[in-house]
């Protein structure tokens, strides 16, 4: 796998588990692996298309092959590390503010004095 991915038209990776995903996409970078970075609502959509029932890890490894075969999705380059880091801080205060529910702070918490 690993020759196949060093070149161009290489295995996708399935953008679905957001922190695995991108710590896993940017160790692929490292070692100089060509990767694609798929959305699997597209992917989903792509198997609708094909009237794709099967639910099994097979099948849907046959059904991203066939879907980069077709669409030959464009290889993900690793943004800039002053890039990375602010994805990074938003994403946090993102998962922050969300873990209440409604982006609001619980009752009874206060920061400062």
Known sequence: MADQARRPGSPPLHG???YLGRALAHF????QLFI???NPAQ???FGRAELNRAKTDKADARLIARYCQM????LWVPPAEEIATLQALVQRLE?????TGDGKQPAGSSCGA
Request: overall charge neutral.
């Open 16 to 18: 679905d588990h957001r």
């Open 95 to 99: 998962d922050l503010l969300g873990a």
């Open 36 to 38: 694609s970075v798929v």
């Open 71 to 74: 669409h030959r999705p464009a």
């Open 43 to 45: 992917i989903h959509a």
């Open 28 to 31: 692929l970078a490292q070692q």
